[in-house]
């Protein structure tokens, strides 16, 4: 397969399923927690892995010009809490650490590591929920750019990073979230 493609200058990790039915964490099986590890961060893992080491073995990698990365899509619940998505919480917080992990062990190696964190996303996931409490949260302020996004607002940030047009950032997230993520002080 390799050698079909040549070298390999940037992965975009953005395999996930949603946590459906919502469960309490207290409630939660070990089979939906399961599927959501292998799924969400296990394969986002071993495929980071293998493009790394195929990226490092690149002997060109320092002399070609080329901006090489790897971009993982997390989301808002890496960090923001729902008790009835605990699989999906846990799953996106580990794909947060392992952009840390990578881009601290590639950066020496020329490769960046960006982790996207989507907000209220317009999309046949969100829509599988039901969306009224998120159109309350639009509504009440809590985003700033009052709206939902949408896929085309992820799709920018990937190619501005695949790109280089950020080339000395690695392992921080980038909130595609409308200012969600910005709390009021009172």
């Not at 397969?1 to 207290?26: K, V, Y």
């Not at 999906?88 to 020329?110: D, F, H, Q, W």
């Not at 047009?165 to 002080?185: C, E, F, R, S």
């Amino acid at each position: 397969m390799w050698e079909d493609f040549g070298r390999l200058d940037c992965l975009h990790n953005n395999a996930g399923i949603a946590a459906r039915p919502l469960t309490d964490i207290l409630e939660l099986a070990p089979d939906a927690f399961d599927r959501a590890v292998d799924i969400n961060l296990r394969g986002t893992f071993f495929l980071s892995q293998t493009v790394a080491n195929r990226m490092v073995e690149d002997p060109d990698r320092f002399s070609d010009g080329i901006y090489r990365s790897i971009i993982i899509v997390t989301s808002i619940a890496a960090e923001l809490v729902s008790p009835d998505r605990s699989q999906y919480n846990i799953t996106k917080a580990g794909l947060s650490m392992l952009t840390k992990v990578l881009a601290y062990r590639l950066g020496p190696e020329g490769v960046a590591v960006h982790e996207i964190r989507p907000g209220f996303m317009q999309t046949a996931m969100t829509a599988s929920a039901g969306s009224p409490e998120i159109e309350a949260a639009i509504a009440d302020g809590r985003v700033p750019l009052a709206r939902w996004g949408s896929p085309e607002d992820i799709g920018t940030a990937v190619g501005t990073l695949a790109s280089g047009d950020l080339p000395y950032m690695t392992g921080q997230p980038i909130w595609i979230a409308g200012g969600l993520n910005v709390v009021k002080a009172t």
